[in-house]
């Protein structure tokens, strides 16, 4: 027996209350991810954010999370400080015959006792818990992480900024936020719920989350490659266009999409019972809605579905013709390029190195694509491609073999043609090179 010590019960009444407050920072912490990421349980956002008390810990997300990060981290020393020693006494003096040496058992014994006792009531069981009843979850950790967050603010800050420092010198970019670790966490959690969730169906789910980020400008096809109908050419030339270009929906205009009409659908042409030598194309025109380059991506494709549209004319702040946006590629968004026997061969991404942080791509590449890919800002409200990136800094269509260099990248073009840009080499510059 051991003799009841004050280390002893001070042992006794703190590896209880340690992993009691471990297994209520864990519950809040699942709690906050599932509530976070409640997409298909909307109700479950909404009555936290409609409570005084929670809203808070929601809203603040980053800082409650390190608050409860830091404070299990606490709970753990403190665990080991208290479990340890008195678990290893009740071990007594156990040996163990060793390649004919007696050994000691007890540290051994006293370790993976703590450590299962720790990981099944201070982790796994308050885990589900959080993830089955994160309302709760969160009432009962709300004064224990409102404490915490008081007496760890001077700790945090200066840990915040020892991390924000030397990331920004390792990666150039800010650290990331609690979304962008969430995302991760929760799809890794839906695929757990649900083991035959295919890679496909992550893919899936991760880029729908991530289209949250993106707005009109980012996907739009650029007004100099949009193939339209002109009034002012004969209907034999406009159908040779479009034979040639293999679609199906071509903008109605007189001259240039800054003046266009509505739509004109190539199977209406086919439809047509009269003599097509003096069809007026305005008789056949369907209309066509207007959305803004800015207008987030989601609210863009809602707009689309409503009308039960394909096709929409994408416009600037000041009523000009940015180019289109149609349903296809918004869903491109979610499941990749679509490609079908009609396209062209050319790809968007050719090849890339992230070791040597290089990569060979074509210049209708999106602009967000490379910024993800380099960790750069390239945001430019003129132009969404690359190519159409390169071609507003030169003021026209380079030669092959020219270089430029933006936001830290060397740009080299190695594929150009009369019109516009095919091929772009880009190349993270080191620190130490020239940036001129």
Known sequence: MIALTTNTTVQLVGIPLTLFVNAVLVACEFSLIKIRFSHFNTDLRDRVESSARLAPLLEAGDRTIRVIRLGLTACLLLYALFSFPLLERLCGSLELQLYGRTTPVSA??????????????????????????????????????????????????????????????????????????????????????????????????????????????DVLLPRNQVKYFDLNLPLHDNLKMAKESGH??????????????????????????????????????????????EEPLETALTKLLSHRMHMALVIDEFRGTEGVLTLERILEQLVGEIRDEFDADEEVLVRADLAKEEAVVSGLTPLHEVESIFGVDLENEEVSTIG?????????????????????????????????????????????????
């Open 108 to 217: 051994a014994l006293a370790f993976l006792f703590a450590l299962t006792v720790h990981h099944l009531v201070g982790e796994l069981f308050p885990r589900a818990l959080g993830l089955a009843y994160p309302m709760q979850s969160l009432r009962l950790g709300f004064p224990l992480i409102g404490i915490l967050g008081w007496l760890t603010r001077p700790v945090r800050l200066l840990v915040l900024g020892i991390v924000r420092f030397i990331w920004r010198m390792w990666r150039k970019e800010p650290v990331p936020d609690l979304d962008s670790l969430d995302l991760e966490t929760q799809i890794e959690l839906l695929r757990k719920e649900d083991p035959e969730m295919s890679m496909v169906a992550q893919l899936i789910l991760k880029n729908t989350m991530l289209m949250r980020e993106l707005v009109v400008s």
């Open 248 to 293: 199906t929906r071509f903008p109605l205009c007189y001259g240039d999409l800054d003046r266009c009409l509505g739509l004109i659908h190539i199977k209406d042409i086919f439809r047509y019972p009269g003599d097509l030598d003096r069809l007026d194309l305005r008789r056949i025109k369907r209309n066509m809605i207007r959305i803004d380059s």
């Open 388 to 436: 159409g990136l390169v071609t507003s800094e030169l003021g026209r269509i380079p030669e092959a073999g020219e270089k430029l260099i933006i936001s830290g990248l060397e740009l080299e073009i190695t594929g150009v043609d009369d019109t516009r840009i095919l091929e772009v080499h880009i190349r993270s510059l080191a620190p130490d090179e020239p940036q001129d």
